[in-house]
Structure formats: structure tokens, C-alpha cells
T-cell receptor
Framework: NAGVTQTPKFRILKIGQSMTLQCAQDMNHNYMYWYRQDPGMGLKLIYYSVGAGITDKGEVPNGYNVSRSTTEDFPLRLELAAPSQTSVYFC????????????FGEGSRLTVL | AQKVTQAQTEISVVEKEDVTLDCVYETRDTTYYLFWYKQPPSGELVFLIRRNSFDEQNEISGRYSWNFQKSTSSFNFTITASQVVDSAVYFCALSEETSGSRLTFGEGTQLTVNP
């Protein structure tokens, strides 16, 4: 039972570098989300998707991009990493609107130096 | 716009005490959903409960109970006879019908249960 799988779990980037956080779910969920959690804070929505080919911005999309070419995968791209993007990133999925709980991945801890 | 406020940043109790975590929300929608999540020190997020705006019945699950009051826009969470394993950050979250299942989280309450 893989659920939502995020890779990598840890990463250190230098300022200006780019990288992609991978997220895959094997539950055939239509809805997928990327959140970031800064130290001691709640989760902020970066981007979300309601199905393959459809993505939309959340509260804090600047500096990020996403794509959703398949139902299973929802990668998050960081372009030109900045120290302000140091955070823990959580990917989550949901079977359908209001159907129940969000399934979260284990998180990816990113540090930008 | 939806908003969730958890005014208690940190709470510390001694084992076996009862503790209530407060959650106040703001929304213009008449249909919305409220959630509680637990984040233990290991970092994962664990779903605890989902409640829709039309169901104001209080819920009890073991030592956990939830008090939903639309009149005060609150969805408080009580742990009875707290245990050390309850130590975690607890998040309240809100989803409006018009927001496409996007959850807005509160800032969280760090609960520490001391032996």
C-alpha cells in the first residue's frame, strides 16, 4: 500500500539552482495538492490539480511550477531556488470533492543555502 | 475568503489531564467542511476527523471529542485523560464548497503532554 510517495525526502540546494520534487499516488485519486510548511507554521497551499491536465494556483505559487500529465504524478518544480523556499513540502491526494481525508506523503525537507 | 485561527500556539499539560484545543473559522459559504489533523514529532500528517457544516452533532471517538458550534464558528477538539503519545501539533482546517476541496489550515497548536 504505497499511497502517496514523495521523493526526495531531503535535499540541499544552492541559491539559484533548480529542482523537481516528485509526487506519485497509486490510489487513482483525481485531486492532488502541494503544500509547504515553514518551521512552526501551518500548511500553505502552493498548487493543486483536480485532474490530469488541469492545475491551478494556491496561496503561495510564486517561484514554483507544476504539471499533471497523468493521474498518478504531480511534480513540483522549483526554479531559481531562494532561501525563502526552505521548507518542508507535502504532497497530498483526495479521491474526490468532500469524499474524506487528504492522504499526505511523508514530506520532502528542502534547504536552500 | 476562508480563514482558520488556532489562538493557542502551545499547550502543556500533565498526563491524564483533559485538554481542549480551540479552532475558530471564517467563511462566507453555507456549505463547508472542517477537519482536524495530527502531526506527531515524526512529521507525517494524520487525519482525525471531517465534519460538514450541516452536521452540528458532537462527535466522540475514544478519548477524542469534537464540539462544533456554528453560532460561534468554532470546532474545538478535546482530549480526555491525555497521554504522552498525544504530544503532537494539531491542525484545524477548513474547506469551502466553492474552493474545490482546497483546505485552509490554521497555524497549529503544539500540545505537550508531560508524564
Amino acid at each position: 500500500n504505497a499511497g502517496v510517495t514523495q521523493t526526495p525526502k531531503f535535499r540541499i540546494l544552492k541559491i539559484g539552482q533548480s529542482m523537481t520534487l516528485q509526487c506519485a499516488q497509486d490510489m487513482n485519486h483525481n485531486y492532488m495538492y502541494w503544500y509547504r510548511q515553514d518551521p512552526g507554521m501551518g500548511l500553505k497551499l502552493i498548487y493543486y490539480s483536480v485532474g490530469a491536465g488541469i492545475t491551478d494556483k494556491g496561496e503561495v505559487p510564486n517561484g514554483y511550477n507544476v504539471s499533471r500529465s497523468t493521474t498518478e504524478d504531480f511534480p513540483l518544480r522549483l526554479e531559481l531556488a531562494a532561501p525563502s523556499q526552505t521548507s518542508v513540502y507535502f504532497c497530498a491526494s483526495l479521491a474526490g470533492e468532500y469524499t474524506g481525508e487528504l492522504f499526505f506523503g511523508e514530506g520532502s525537507r528542502l534547504t536552500v543555502l | 475568503a476562508q480563514k482558520v485561527t488556532q489562538a493557542q500556539t502551545e499547550i502543556s499539560v500533565v498526563e491524564k489531564e483533559d485538554v481542549t484545543l480551540d479552532c475558530v473559522y471564517e467563511t462566507r459559504d453555507t456549505t463547508y467542511y472542517l477537519f482536524w489533523y495530527k502531526q506527531p514529532p515524526s512529521g507525517e500528517l494524520v487525519f482525525l476527523i471531517r465534519r460538514n457544516s450541516f452536521d452540528e452533532q458532537n462527535e466522540i471517538s475514544g478519548r477524542y471529542s469534537w464540539n462544533f458550534q456554528k453560532s460561534t464558528s468554532s470546532f474545538n477538539f478535546t482530549i480526555t485523560a491525555s497521554q504522552v503519545v498525544d504530544s503532537a501539533v494539531y491542525f484545524c482546517a477548513l474547506s469551502e464548497e466553492t474552493s474545490g476541496s482546497r483546505l485552509t489550515f490554521g497555524e497549529g497548536t503544539q500540545l505537550t503532554v508531560n508524564p
